[in-house]
C-alpha cells in the first residue's frame, strides 16, 4: 500500500498556505497561534484535548484582545468559526489517516474570521500587537544573555539605557537583576534604573507583555512589604504606565492606594508626574483630584511636582487651592533628563497653571 504524504496546511477561507503557529505577543496566551493574510486567525490544539482553551484563545486574538466584544459576537454572524484536524505541529503538516490504525494524530487548527465590519475595526489594533518580529529583529543576539550586577551597574553609570534596554527586551530575566538598583541608596541612581526601566517597557510590552505585566506585580508586591522599602519600585510602576499609554494603566488605581501611608508620598507623587508628562490623559481617568488633599502640610518638593502635575494635566481643580501656596516659596524638583535637582519657585509653575 502507498504510504501517505504528509501536506502542509493552508487555510480554509482564502486557501493560502499558512506560517506555523508561534507564541504571539497579545499577551493571555498560552498556546501557539497565526494570522492569515486573509485575516483569519488560527491557534494550535496540540494534544487534541484542549479545544474549548483554543477556541477562546483564537477568538481573543481575533478581536486583538478585547475580552468585551469577544463575549458579545454570535457565531456565523460576526465569526466563522473552522477546524482542521490530524495536524502535526513539529512538521506543521497535516496528516493523512495513518495505514496503522495504532498510530493516531490528536493535533487539530482552529481558524476564525471576523465579520469585515468587524476585522476592519480591530485591523490597526491587532497589528500593533503582533509586533513581535519586526521589534526582535532590531535586537543584536549578542544581548541575548543575563548580566551581571556589575555589568548593570556600569551600563547605568554610563547612562546607555539603550543598550540595557536591548538585553532586557532579548532576556527579561535581565529586569531581576536592574530591580536591585530601584532600592540603590543613591536616589540619583535610583531614578536611573527606573528611567531605564522606561526605555525597555516600551518594546518589550510588544514582545513578551506577560513578563511586564508580571513585573509590574511583582514591584507592588514588593513595595506592599512592610519589610521591605517602596524605594524606586513605585516610580518604576509610573515609569512603566508612562512610556506604555493605557496598556498598563490599571496600575494607576494601585499607586494611588499607596497615599494612605505619607511614607509612600515621595514616591507616588514623582510616580504620577512622570505619568503625567508623556500620558496625561491616561492619568486624568483616573482620581488625580485626591492629590489637593497633600498640598497642605506637604514639602515643598511635594507641592512643587503637585502643581506640575495640575500644570500637566491642564486641570483647573486646583485653582482654589492655588490661594493657600506662598508663590515666593522655593523647591527642589528631580530632572529626569538630566539627573540632578533643579530649583524652582512655586510661582513659575502657579503662572503655567493660570496660563492653561
Not at 211 to 226: E, N, P, R, V
Request: include cysteine; charged fraction near 30%.
Amino acid at each position: 500500500m502507498k504510504k501517505p504524504v504528509p501536506k502542509p496546511p493552508t487555510c480554509p477561507f482564502c486557501g493560502r498556505f499558512i506560517k506555523k503557529p508561534e507564541f504571539l505577543p497579545i499577551g493571555l496566551s498560552d498556546l501557539e497561534a497565526g494570522v492569515c493574510e486573509c485575516g483569519s486567525v488560527y491557534v494550535c490544539d496540540v494534544t487534541g484535548h484542549n479545544r474549548g482553551n483554543a477556541f477562546i484563545e483564537a477568538l481573543f486574538l481575533a478581536t486583538a484582545g478585547d475580552w468585551d466584544l469577544m463575549w458579545e459576537l454570535t457565531s456565523e454572524e460576526d465569526y466563522q468559526e473552522v477546524w482542521i484536524e490530524d495536524y502535526d505541529l513539529k512538521t506543521h503538516t497535516i496528516l493523512p489517516m495513518p495505514v496503522n490504525p495504532r498510530v493516531v494524530s490528536k493535533g487539530a487548527l482552529c481558524f476564525i474570521k471576523l465579520a469585515e465590519d468587524i476585522r476592519e475595526l480591530k485591523r490597526q489594533k491587532l497589528k500593533e500587537v503582533l509586533q513581535k518580529e519586526n521589534v526582535l529583529k532590531k535586537v543584536s543576539p549578542k544581548f541575548q544573555k543575563k548580566l551581571s550586577k556589575q555589568e548593570v551597574e556600569t551600563l547605568l553609570q554610563k547612562e546607555d539605557f539603550n543598550t540595557l534596554a536591548s538585553y532586557i527586551i532579548s532576556e527579561p530575566l535581565n529586569l531581576n537583576i536592574l530591580q536591585k538598583f530601584f532600592y540603590h541608596p543613591d536616589i540619583v541612581f535610583r531614578r536611573k534604573a527606573v528611567v531605564a526601566l522606561g526605555k525597555a517597557a516600551s518594546p518589550l510590552a510588544k514582545v513578551r507583555p506577560e513578563k511586564l505585566l508580571d513585573f509590574i506585580k511583582k514591584l507592588l508586591y514588593a513595595a506592599a512589604d512592610s519589610a521591605a522599602s517602596a524605594w524606586g519600585a513605585l516610580e518604576a510602576v509610573g515609569e512603566v504606565i508612562r512610556e506604555t499609554g493605557d496598556r498598563y494603566a490599571i496600575f494607576i488605581k494601585n499607586l494611588f492606594a499607596f497615599l494612605k501611608f505619607p511614607e509612600y508620598h515621595p514616591y507616588v507623587i514623582y510616580a504620577l508626574y512622570r505619568i503625567s508628562e508623556k500620558n496625561p490623559e491616561v492619568l486624568k481617568k483616573h482620581s488625580y483630584f485626591l492629590l489637593l488633599d497633600l498640598i497642605e502640610g506637604s514639602t515643598s518638593e511635594i507641592k512643587a511636582v503637585i502643581l506640575k502635575i495640575f500644570a500637566n494635566l491642564k486641570a483647573k481643580e486646583i485653582s482654589p487651592y492655588l490661594n493657600r501656596i506662598n508663590p515666593d516659596e522655593e523647591a527642589e524638583i528631580f530632572d529626569h533628563t538630566k539627573f540632578v535637582y533643579q530649583r524652582i519657585k512655586l510661582k513659575e509653575i502657579i503662572e503655567q497653571i493660570e496660563r492653561g
